[in-house]
């Protein structure tokens, strides 16, 4: 079926918002207490689906987030829409021959991108193998509790695992409400305000790269990052599903720095780059160096390339 | 009439060799974040060493008795400029300064130095479609004993096994590790 | 509206009739609202304090919830069992109970929806999953097209039940030719939600276990012995409860029947272990942890071997004519093939799709209390529904519920 086809679900010809809110006005005033419901209650109960709203119900929506994040957090956020840039398709290399499996880019993560700290969610998993044992096609010998006193330690490899924003993502594919799915710049995203957590995506994601908010998110307040995209990097909520975006609030911009991992790692084994532009980092790796992508046999076509520098 | 073609074609050819050059001359990384790493006070190093006189035998040094050099089979003449001590030298003999001492790695290091030009090998920083931020490779490697030094690994994720809920209040939430680490390399 | 006030009155008359009942009616519906309730204050804190409070991480993000689910979709589907020798053969013992049956399948499908609901992370955006006013992944999304066979199972089923009870209650036969063409749909209808329940997992390449094409028949298969004997079971109690003649024949046809069935789902089975384990490849880590345990974890093991042992005793238990008439052994092996068929396509389904997890972790789920204490909220939501229902058409059945119509007088 043409892709045009099935992107027109949601661009429905006849209004759909006076159906909505009758219904579901009709609907939730049951379940809610109607008097003393504030009515941004109601907006966010019933806002649309962000590629379904305009440019000024979305900036009236950032601007009531805004104002809730405000008074939830006690700290202003900057929310941005940024659009994807025209001509740009985002890749990522790591080099499994330099990286150490020191984790810093873990936690960089977790401060770029406001995971909740208790619980704790994390977007990137570093496995580590034992030289010699199975690994790639199966990651049964993977350990992910390791801590040495140093690292890296003898005999053994490292490989960080995260979102690799697929071609052909299955988690968009099996999301029964299109609350995820793949941008033009190709990050993998998800409208954390239309997810119902019905975790359909994280049994179809073969590498473990979507986590849920099994309970309200925490962090200390100083430590929220206040420069946030919808898409990305936003404060998320109890019960749903969230993933690495590439740093999409860094990255779409133009210029666009680079994603929060690749900046931290300190052995430099993290590239990124524009997949279409022939001159840059990315496909420098991918036409020089040994590369390979995880569980290629999936036909999931990651645009996370693993590669050998050595 | 014939001839002024000639000079022409010269010139061009000239200019484009010149063009090649320059171009060459770009590959190298605009913009060095930290500059060259060198231990406090050592440098310049021609405050100790300029009324000393050269001497190329091999010895145990008095001076310098951290420095154990763990790289390649050489001495200390081999990179370091015995004339001008605030200065490097390549294998032909070109005087560098430190600021470049990458041409020096890349003398044996050819591969590895075209990658980094690359951005490819090493870290690097900035935006992805602008102004990159590279480092040196004595940033990350101690050209004595260039072998990249362990760190210690930040802590790993919370096992499922033993994450039993609870509820927790704001200051009971860890901090996030990261902060605590400097971004210096060394 | 003379038509509405009758339309009052029947349902008044109704309801003196589903609240009228002996003290074991009364004790059977208190312990019933009971667990319900227990079960609503489970789910309100699961609400307030997050999914948290289950033993699901990210590791294992579906349990003991999803377990269920798929389990009463097999028993949903297997009113099948029923309609078919019914309808279709004219088999007059069974054609007398398939009513029961649908009225399984209708209280199945809803607790179906509730296990759904109660595994959401977001309930209240559940509207976001229909057409129109949400935003419907279909036809891409499994979990879509199986929100559309089974709301389109549970009204087809309802429409069937409701037009036989009605009219039954004002004193008429049911037209076949009304029957007919909903049954016709219903028998394809009812394979369907069981297939598309198992491509929701089949579908998933990054999971193995699942990713294998025996899964939908064996669904069906399984769903065909569990489903009719629990069947069988609550056949015995109407008879023992009411007037109602319920055939041994009938109860009989439906036991051999279910001997097929489990004969199928054992081969099946045995295709499945024999293709894992004599290739071996790497994809044998799931079943190796069902039925061997996995780098020393082990959690599900005697489950597991508990159910194939039940199976086959069960299995063997119907294939024998002379066990299987007698009322002892038949309800021995319904139990036996309830438990199993629960336990193999429950937890021993679900929970293997997710270990080893995709990036080779091992975290044995085993559901909290919460978890638990909804589920069987969710179980005694469904008996509850289930009591009414009889409560309701066994006197329509017998003829002791008589509605007036306009123009009717009433026989009571």
Known sequence: ?310 | MQKIPYVLYFALFVFLLLFEVAKAKDDIPEFFVPPPPFSEGIFPCSGCHKGMEVNTNRRELSYHEDIKLKHFDGWCLDCHNPNDRDKLRLASGKVIPFTESYYLCGQCHGDIFRDWKAGVHGKRTGMWNGKKEYRLCVHCHWPHQPRFRPLEPLPPPVNPEDNKYKKVTQDQIPLNPVNNISDKLR | MAKLLQLIKNFLVTLKFITKGSRWYYGWLAFLLFLITSGILSYIKQIDQGMILTNMRDQVSWGLYISNFTFLVGVAAAAVLLVIPAYLYNFKPIKEIVLFGEMLAITAIIMCLLFIVADLGRPERAWHILPIIGAMHFPDSLLAWDVVVLNGYLIINSIVVFYVLYRLSIGKDYKMSVIWPIVVISIPWAISIHTVTAFLYNGLSARPFWNASILAPRFIASALCSGPALMLIIFQIVRKASSIEIADTAIFKIAELIAYAMGINLFLFGAEVFKEFYSGSVHLAPMEYLYFGLHGHSSLVIWMWLALIFNITAFILFLRPKTRENFFTLNLACALIITGVYIEKGMGLIIPGFIPSVLGEIYEYGPSGIEKSITVGIWAAGALVFTLFLKFALPVYTGQLRFKTLGSHSEE
């Open chain 1, 1 to 310: 079926m043409p892709k045009e086809i099935k992107n027109n679900i949601l661009q429905k010809p006849f209004s759909r918002r006076a159906l909505l809110k009758g219904g579901a006005l009709g609907l939730a005033s049951l379940a809610l207490p109607v008097g003393n419901a504030d009515a941004s209650v109601w907006e966010a109960f019933l806002q649309k689906h962000f590629k379904e709203m305009n440019d000024d119900e979305l900036q009236s929506v950032i601007k009531r987030m805004e104002k809730e994040y405000a008074e939830k957090y006690n700290v202003n956020f900057n929310i941005k829409s940024t659009k994807p840039l025209p001509g740009t398709l985002f890749g990522y290399g790591l080099d499994v021959s330099r990286c150490i499996g020191c984790r810093r880019c873990v936690y960089a993560c977790v401060k770029e991108n406001n995971q909740s700290m208790e619980p704790q969610i994390h977007w990137i998993t570093v496995l580590r193998f034992k030289k010699g044992e199975k690994w790639v096609s199966s990651l049964e010998e993977a350990e992910v509790y390791y801590a040495p006193p140093e690292v890296p330690e003898e005999g053994h490899f490292y490989m960080p695992v995260q979102c690799q924003q697929c071609e052909n993502p299955p988690c968009v594919k099996v999301c029964p409400t299109q609350a995820t799915w793949k941008e033009r710049d190709g990050i993998v995203v998800v409208d954390y305000n239309w997810c119902i957590g019905c975790r359909y995506c994280m049994a179809a994601c073969p590498y473990g790269a979507r986590h849920f908010n099994w309970g309200q998110p925490n962090r200390a307040k100083q430590e929220y990052n206040t420069e946030t995209h919808y898409l990305g990097n936003r404060p998320r909520y109890k019960g749903v599903v969230e993933k690495c975006t590439f740093c999409i609030q860094r990255t779409r911009e133009n210029p666009g720095r680079y994603p929060a991992c690749v900046e931290i790692c300190p052995v430099g084994a993290r590239k990124f780059g524009n997949l279409l532009d022939p001159d840059s980092e990315i496909r420098y790796c991918i036409e020089n160096k040994r590369v390979f992508r995880l569980k290629e046999d999936l036909n999931t076509s990651p645009k996370f390339y693993y590669f050998f520098a050595t």
